[in-house]
C-alpha cells in the first residue's frame, strides 16, 4: 500500500489527465492515520460568522407539481428557500423524508445544522435505517436548510463554506449508455460533446451490477481503445464500470486503460466491495475513482485512511448533502486525494456540483455535467450552460438560482 502510494507519488509513467488529479490535491499522498482522519470528521465545517440571529425553522414541506418535486423550507420570520430533492427517488422515499426526518428539524435553529445531522440519525432510531434512502431525505432537508441560510445571511452559499475559489468549473460529459456497439457509442459520445467545447468524457464499461459480463460481448475492450483514437490524446477520458467486476477482472480491464492514458476508472468493484476495490487500486497506476453509494462517514474514513480509492466520489444526495461531502473532500485533502463528487441527474445535480467545485480546495479538474433538468429554473449570474468546456457558477444568493414561480405555486404539498 505505502509502495504504491509512493510509486504513484513519483511516477513518470503516469498520464497527463492522471497527473493533473494527482496536482491539484491540497498534499502530496501521504499515509494519514484514522485517527488524524477522525478530527477531521470532529471539527465544524460551516463558516457562520455571519449569521449572528437564529433562524428558527417554521416549516419543511415536499410540493409535488406533475412528476417534479419540490421543498419549500420557512422560517419564523418569514424568509422561504424552494429548494429540489433528488427527483428520482425523493417519490417512493416520501414516508420515510415526512415521517422520520422533517420533524428532526422543525422547530430548531437552521445555524445548528451540523448538530442537527447528527441528531437526525438518532431521532425516532433513524439510525437503523442508515443507509442511502435515509441519506437522500436529510440531504433534501440539509439544502433547504442552507439555502434558508444563505437568505438569512444574504449570501452565496460558497460564504457558508470558506469561500468561493473559482467561479468558471470545467465540465465532463458522461454517457449514460450500454449494449451498443463501440462504433455507435463512439458517435453518440461525438454527438454529444458537439459544440460544447468540453476537454473531457466519461463512458460507461461492462454490464452494471454484472458480475463480469459485459453488455455486448467485446465491447469494453474494443471501446477504451477506440474512444483513445477518435479523440485523441488531448481529450481527457474516463470510464466508470458501475460495479461490474471482480478484482481479477477489474485489473485485467484497468490495465487496458492504463495503456490508453486514461484519467480514472469509475467502480471497478461492486462498491460496498470495499476490499475488492482496493485491490484493485493497489495492483493499478491508474487511479481508481469511487464511493458514489458510501453514505457511512466512518467507511469513508477507513477508504481514505487505507487508500481504497485515489479519488473519492461523494454523491451530494446519497450522502446526506453538502456538509458530509465537505467533510469526505476535507479528509481526502488531508491524505493527499482529490474529490470529484459523483452528479445526481435530474433535479439540479449538474449545478450541485458547480457549486461544490467552486468552493472545495481538493477539487478533480472536471466535474460531470448532464445539464439537462426538469425543473424550470433561471439564473441572472450564469447561463447554466456548458460554454468552451466551462459552467459559471451562479453568485446570487444560495444556490443562485430561481425557480420559476409559476411552477412553484402549481406545487401543492405532499400529504401522507
Ligand atoms: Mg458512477
Given at each position: ?231 485523441g490524446d488531448a481529450m481527457t477520458l474516463y470510464a466508470d464500470s458501475n460495479s461490474s467486476y471482480d478484482a481479477a477482472e477489474g485489473i485485467r480491464i484497468g490495465r487496458i486503460m492504463e495503456a490508453h492514458g486514461y484519467g480514472f476508472y469509475e467502480e471497478p468493484c461492486e462498491f460496498d466491495d470495499l476490499w475488492s476495490t482496493k485491490q484493485v487500486a493497489d495492483a493499478l497506476t491508474i487511479p481508481v475513482a469511487g464511493g458514489e453509494q458510501e ?122
Amino acid at each position: 500500500m505505502t509502495t504504491r502510494r509512493a510509486f504513484l507519488q513519483t511516477s513518470l509513467a503516469m498520464t497527463g489527465a492522471a497527473a493533473a488529479h494527482r496536482s491539484t490535491a491540497a498534499e502530496p499522498a501521504a499515509p494519514i492515520s484514522s485517527q488524524e482522519l477522525q478530527t477531521i470528521l470532529d471539527a465544524p465545517v460551516l463558516d457562520r460568522s455571519t449569521l449572528r440571529q437564529p433562524v428558527k425553522i417554521a416549516s419543511i414541506e415536499l410540493l409535488q407539481n406533475g412528476n417534479s418535486h419540490l421543498l419549500r423550507t420557512r422560517s419564523a420570520d418569514g424568509l422561504e428557500a424552494i429548494t429540489v430533492p433528488h427527483q428520482a427517488k425523493i417519490g417512493v422515499l416520501t414516508p420515510l423524508l415526512l415521517k422520520n426526518v422533517i420533524p428532526a428539524f422543525v422547530g430548531r435553529d437552521a445555524r445548528e445544522i451540523e448538530k442537527l445531522l447528527w441528531d437526525v440519525y438518532r431521532h425516532a432510531d433513524n439510525y437503523k435505517l442508515q443507509g442511502l434512502a435515509l441519506w437522500v431525505c436529510v440531504a433534501a432537508v440539509e439544502m433547504g436548510i442552507l439555502e434558508l441560510l444563505c437568505r438569512a445571511a444574504k449570501r452565496p452559499l460558497a460564504d457558508l463554506f470558506g469561500g468561493r475559489r473559482k467561479r468558471d468549473v470545467a465540465v465532463y460529459y458522461a454517457s449514460g449508455t450500454r449494449g451498443n456497439t463501440p462504433e455507435a457509442e463512439v458517435a453518440a459520445l461525438q454527438k454529444m460533446v458537439g459544440e460544447s467545447g468540453a476537454r473531457a468524457i466519461k463512458f460507461r464499461l461492462g454490464g452494471r451490477m454484472s458480475r463480469n459480463a459485459d453488455s455486448l460481448p467485446g465491447r469494453t475492450e474494443a471501446l477504451i481503445p477506440l474512444v483513445r483514437k477518435t479523440f485523441g490524446d488531448a481529450m481527457t477520458l474516463y470510464a466508470d464500470s458501475n460495479s461490474s467486476y471482480d478484482a481479477a477482472e477489474g485489473i485485467r480491464i484497468g490495465r487496458i486503460m492504463e495503456a490508453h492514458g486514461y484519467g480514472f476508472y469509475e467502480e471497478p468493484c461492486e462498491f460496498d466491495d470495499l476490499w475488492s476495490t482496493k485491490q484493485v487500486a493497489d495492483a493499478l497506476t491508474i487511479p481508481v475513482a469511487g464511493g458514489e453509494q458510501e453514505f457511512s462517514l466512518h467507511r469513508w474514513r477507513w477508504m481514505i485512511a487505507e487508500r481504497g480509492v485515489d479519488i473519492v466520489q461523494p454523491d451530494l444526495h446519497y450522502g446526506g448533502g453538502f456538509i458530509r461531502a465537505t467533510q469526505v473532500a476535507r479528509m481526502a485533502a488531508a491524505a493527499g486525494m482529490t474529490v470529484v463528487p459523483h452528479m445526481s441527474g435530474g433535479g439540479l445535480g449538474y449545478l450541485e456540483v458547480v457549486h461544490f467545485a467552486s468552493f472545495t480546495p481538493n477539487i478533480g479538474p472536471y466535474m460531470e455535467f448532464k445539464g439537462s433538468t426538469t425543473i424550470p429554473v433561471s439564473c441572472d449570474s450564469s447561463t447554466l450552460r456548458c460554454e468552451q468546456g466551462l459552467v459559471q457558477c451562479p453568485t446570487g444568493i444560495g444556490f443562485g438560482v430561481t425557480i420559476d414561480p409559476e411552477f412553484v405555486r402549481a406545487a401543492k404539498p405532499v400529504k401522507l
